[in-house]
């Protein structure tokens, strides 16, 4: 999934971790809320009881401590550690590569990720687009457990030690009026109802091969295939001449019953920058995908 928030000066996109961890259950009914199914790294599925959680070995997690914001620009696009930026610490900021009057994009992990190796395609495909700062937050510390409750539990306190990353940046001469919401959001649905959420959550949102089964992925029981292929999907997107022309739907109905009907006009999915203005919240959008790379079919 991706969020890119449009704001005054610069667009932060936090792109399909703590979103994915946040929302990636598969949730049960109302009356069964505290068992849910959960995978395992293995990408087996687990129903399980949500509040019994065992931490176990697990070490602890302390967000304002243990979360690394690695900095990634055109002057240091290589390696992998990047330049280490220690919220709160001018000089960290200040001897960087990082320019405030370029646009920042950030790349947020999900579950049993993190380390220097995280983020690449993501980076990569930003760099080759234009001048931006990509910072990739590797959170982990808290998301690298096997337990997937945990990590999810794990969410809300590296979720505000990111808020506060940003808000320092802010003070650092990125402006910008407002972080508490985002004016505009793009959400990619690749696996609904299993490992990811099903219904609209943001203004436009794309439900490639109706959100299930995409070609290329064979057999995939526990939906990490299809979950996965988000990453490709926006890294795809953001090279010009690769467009995912996507229609408008009537609505979350047309998604369920595998039958988009043209409600409106039809925009790109993804992309750098946004080309197609706004789409009113809950918008409903399908697009058909190819089974391997360049798996965009163009403009609709």
């Excluded at 049993?112 to 687009?129: M, P």
Aim: aromatic share 12%; with cysteine; glycine share 12%.
């Amino acid at each position: 999934m991706k969020f890119s928030f449009n704001l005054s000066v610069m667009k932060v996109i936090l792109f399909s971790g703590l979103v994915l961890v946040a929302t990636g259950l598969c949730w049960a009914t109302e009356t069964e809320e505290n068992w849910q199914w959960i995978p395992t790294l293995s990408g087996e599925m687990e129903y399980v009881d949500i509040n019994a959680i065992d931490e176990g070995i697990a070490p602890a997690f302390n967000a304002m401590n243990d979360i690394i914001f690695r900095l990634f620009t055109r002057r240091n696009p290589g390696g992998d550690e990047g330049q280490i930026i220690r919220i709160f610490n001018n000089n960290d900021l200040i001897t960087s590569n990082f320019n405030p009057s370029h646009q920042t994009r950030f790349r947020i992990h999900g579950w049993s990720a993190g380390g220097n190796r995280t983020g690449g395609l993501f980076r990569n495909s930003f760099l080759n687009r234009g001048e931006f700062n990509v910072i990739i937050v590797d959170w982990g510390a808290g998301a690298g457990t096997p337990n997937y409750v945990l990590a999810r539990n794990r969410v809300n306190e590296a979720g505000s030690v990111v808020a506060q990353f940003i808000d320092w940046l802010n003070t650092n001469g990125v402006s910008f009026s407002s972080i508490s919401d985002a004016d505009y959001v793009e959400v990619l649905f690749t696996d609904i109802g299993r490992l990811g959420f099903s219904q609209p959550i943001g203004h436009a949102n794309f439900y490639p091969n109706y959100g299930t089964s995409q070609p290329g992925c064979g057999v995939d029981p526990a939906g990490s295939c299809g979950h996965a292929l988000v990453n490709d999907f926006f890294a795809e997107s953001l090279t010009p001449h690769l467009i995912f022309g996507a229609i408008r739907c009537r609505g979350f109905s047309d998604i369920t019953n595998r039958n988009c009907v043209i409600s409106g006009p039809s925009r790109r999915m993804g992309g750098e920058p946004i080309n197609d203005g706004f789409s009113p919240a809950g918008s409903v959008y399908f697009l058909t995908t190819n089974p391997s790379a360049p798996f965009s079919q163009g403009p609709r």
